[in-house]
């Protein structure tokens, strides 16, 4: 309403609808993001001028989302040195809905990029295997024994991404690495790290990809580029079969 009791112009009530809207879509989107494992309990999500430019949207509007978050309990605002919005809770009940709805929006979307991803990652996997330096395989062994070691859950999933990562210097080639990173973050904003599921399918998914990532390294130390594209490719469909393992949880796909 206008000061003098009239009804607001329609131009700033539709600029009121518009911002509350945005504000809806983005709150769905992170309560995804968390529900899938895009960010698990403990983590801290981006500062809110990271967050805004990732979701492409403004500042106020991810404040606005964050403080929704908040009031359900699924973040918890930290202030003074380390401060920041961390994950309280992956999936509460309240989330159900809004889990199913919005996978079941972007499942088609998220088929073809998680598709060209596996492609990509093969590709760097291929590159990596040909181009790596002695040094790139004592860095790759090193960080596949920091992830054997890693307590389930985010610090496993910290030491998947610094594994990656590792794979994606030992290719040796920027622009590819590049691509695959710019990709990654179109699928999760909290890229480059990888989804990681639910609670219940959490350690049977960690302990898979160990097993993954035991034979990536093998193959790229012995330059085998066939087997690393092929390896990589079948290592990238973890994170679909998570969406969908979601999906069903959710009651928005059949068992």
Not at 68 to 91: A, C
Request: aromatic content about 2%.
């Amino acid at each position: 309403m206008a000061h003098n009791g009239a009804p607001a112009a329609p131009g700033l009530l539709q600029q009121q609808l518009e911002t509350s809207s945005r504000v809806d879509e983005v709150t769905d989107r992170l309560i995804t993001a968390i529900a899938i494992g895009e960010y698990l309990p403990g983590a801290r999500l981006p500062v809110e001028r990271d967050l805004a430019a990732s979701l492409g949207t403004g500042r106020v509007t991810v404040r606005a989302a964050l403080a929704r978050l908040v009031e359900r309990g699924l973040l918890e605002t930290r202030r003074g040195r380390g401060g920041g919005s961390y994950v309280l809770d992956q999936w509460p009940e309240s989330s159900t809905e809004t889990v199913g709805r919005i996978l079941t929006a972007r499942l088609g979307e998220l088929r073809d990029r998680f598709d060209a991803q596996c492609r990509i990652q093969g590709t760097v996997c291929r590159a990596a295997a040909e181009s790596r330096s002695d040094h790139d395989v004592t860095v790759l062994r090193a960080r596949l024994e920091t992830y054997r070691l890693a307590a389930t859950g985010l610090a496993a999933q910290q030491a998947d991404s610094q594994f990656h990562l590792a794979i994606m210097d030992a290719a040796h080639n920027d622009v590819l690495k590049q691509v695959l990173l710019d990709l990654m973050a179109t699928v999760s904003i909290g890229a480059p790290a990888h989804l990681w599921g639910e609670p219940s399918t959490m350690r049977s998914m960690e302990l898979r990809a160990l097993h993954d990532h035991e034979h990536l390294v093998s193959a790229i130390a012995d330059g085998r580029g066939d087997d690393a594209d092929a390896l990589a490719r079948t290592h990238g469909a973890i994170d679909l079969e998570h969406v969908t393992t979601a999906m069903r949880r959710a009651g928005a796909l059949a068992e």
